[in-house]
């Protein structure tokens, strides 16, 4: 059974049982119920319509569910009330239901619980193994954050770009348990790209598409971080890499330019270099400059200063640099960075250590800490 | 999404404002301390920060590899050592600022007199889990 195809039916399943009447934290329960039976029942039993099945399972488990509560004859009452199998969900309901899992209300953590939960199908210890917490704790993390969208009007038109910050959220977060966040972050914007024509989704769909092309290259045998100058670019996904270009090219010619479109040009002129040698920095800088007038952030003025020193020498790299706070994370690494390409390789040896101990995850520790001891051991020769 | 250890120490950590021993708390005042930590983490996990905790009893052995075919070399405990870790608890918080509320609270768990302790806790960030920005970094 494809796992993905059934959790894929998530979304269109639980906003038939809100169309119907059901209260979202209830009627996410019962689809997570028709999940877990279908796992089990369909290998032996494959229905001919999987939507329909799981709509009518789900519901029965609504009811069941409404039934057993102790509230029962209110809600029982107001049930009655609702017309029957209401009128076909509009094609924009998958859209409602990423607003209200990514309402401002919600603190990020919450966010990104709710929407792997009831967009993407995955089970409470599913996600729980995800981000290495106990089942326990993220189940009353997704049922709090139930609690507070619980007064959310389903048909509120939401914000396109808290969607996005949460989905990049997700795909940032990586691999770790049996999930596949990035991959599953992908999958999420992909059907999101469905369900609204906007040129920002299709920017973060071409970004992390661009991203995952190279995720294979980024990495050692030993675990160890790759930087993109060394990746073996034969093992880039040229299919990702084609499809992400497809879409960034579409999205840039309605001339809405925004911070996910600015991001994928960028991963799109690396993917497009055969060698490292080869990258358009030129244009690279141009494009931070485009970011920088879109969202102002340190961090992006930081990346433009590496682009600045690829593209006019390290000299004026360490220029654009000196402008920049040295508080930033990774403003140590940068610097070395550009000490070493400047051929003052103590000064860099010195700052790439400094930069380890100030590294954010134990990866680019690892990294900077190598980098450090490459330099060390090679001026003592 | 930020992983953070609350560690307490036996040994190490300056000296809290209600510095009384526990053996010389009331035996009432005991409870309401194991209270507060339990009623703590019961909290966490209802709001979904909770990951972990653990107490340590105090007494240690040092440990190290002596050599291919020979058994480790055990020392100690030491008594003179001066960082002793009593126990941990491990949160998952949106934010340093929340962290820090919640070890603020932590440290409020009630001592002699029933009154806070105002323990120093160490707050330590866990690594991320991966490189959270891949455009921020020469990597790529």
């Known amino acids: 059974m494809d796992e993905v195809l059934l959790r894929s039916l998530t979304p269109s399943v639980l906003t038939v049982l809100v169309r119907r009447g059901a209260d979202f934290a209830a009627a996410e329960d019962a689809v997570q119920d028709a999940l877990v039976e279908a796992v089990r029942v369909w290998p032996a039993d494959p229905p001919r319509d999987a939507k329909g099945w799981l709509v009518t399972v789900a519901w029965r488990k609504f009811l069941d569910a409404t039934r057993s509560d102790t509230a029962r004859r209110r809600r029982e009452d107001r049930i009655e009330e609702e017309p029957a199998p209401g009128p076909a969900p509009a094609v924009d309901d998958t859209l409602q239901l990423y607003f ?55 048909d509120q038109p939401g914000d396109v770009a808290t969607v996005l910050r949460v989905l990049y959220l997700v795909f940032n977060e990586g691999y770790s348990g049996d999930v596949d966040l990035a991959a599953e972050a992908i999958r999420l914007t992909r059907q999101l790209a469905t369900a609204i024509d906007h040129p920002e989704v299709a920017g973060l769909l071409a970004l992390m598409l661009l991203h995952h092309a190279r995720r294979a290259s980024r990495t050692a045998p030993d675990g160890g971080l790759v930087p993109l100058a060394e990746q073996d670019r034969t093992r880039w996904d040229t299919v990702a890499i ?6 960034l090219q579409a999205a840039l010619a309605r001339d809405r330019l925004g911070e996910f479109q600015a991001q994928a040009a960028i991963a799109a002129l690396h993917a497009d270099a055969p060698t490292a040698g080869e990258t358009d920095w030129v244009q690279i800088v ?63 040896a010195r700052l790439y250590a400094e930069a380890a101990h100030r590294a954010p995850n134990l990866a680019e520790r690892d990294y900077l800490t190598r980098r450090a001891a490459r330099l060390n051991t090679r001026r003592e020769r | 999404m930020a992983k953070y250890l609350l560690l307490k120490h036996y040994r190490g950590a300056p000296a809290p404002a209600n510095d009384v021993p526990m053996e010389q708390w009331t035996p009432e005042e005991i409870s309401a301390h194991v209270q507060y930590m339990r009623d703590f983490a019961d909290r966490l996990v209802k709001t979904g920060e909770y990951v972990d905790g653990q107490a340590l009893a105090p007494e240690g052995t040092w440990v190290r590899y002596d050599g291919e075919g020979r058994p480790p070399v055990t020392d100690g405990p030491f008594a003179e050592t001066k960082d002793l870790i009593a126990g941990w608890m491990v949160i998952d918080v949106d934010s340093y600022e929340r962290a820090v509320e919640l070890a603020g609270e932590l440290s409020a768990a009630p001592g002699a007199g029933g009154k806070p302790i105002h323990e120093w806790l160490e707050l330590r960030p866990f690594y991320a889990a991966s490189p959270t920005d891949p455009e921020c970094h020469p990597g790529g």
């Open chain 1, 100 to 154: 209200l899992c990514a309402h401002p209300s919600l603190t990020p953590s919450s966010a990104v619980a709710l929407t792997l939960r009831a967009v993407g199908g995955l089970t409470t210890r599913q996600i729980a193994q995800a981000y290495l917490v106990p089942e326990a704790t993220m189940a009353q993390r997704i049922s709090r954050a139930k609690r507070t969208v619980s007064g959310v009007r389903f």
């Open chain 1, 242 to 247: 084609a499809e992400g270009v497809r879409i």
């Open chain 1, 286 to 348: 141009e494009w931070y400059d485009e970011l920088a007038r879109l969202t102002d952030s340190p961090v992006v003025r930081l990346n433009r200063a590496v682009a600045v020193g690829e593209a006019d020498g390290p000299r004026a790299g360490l220029a654009a640099l000196a402008a920049i706070e040295d508080s930033l994370p990774r403003h140590t690494a940068v610097a070395a960075y550009l000490h070493e390409r400047d051929g003052d390789l103590t000064t860099a």
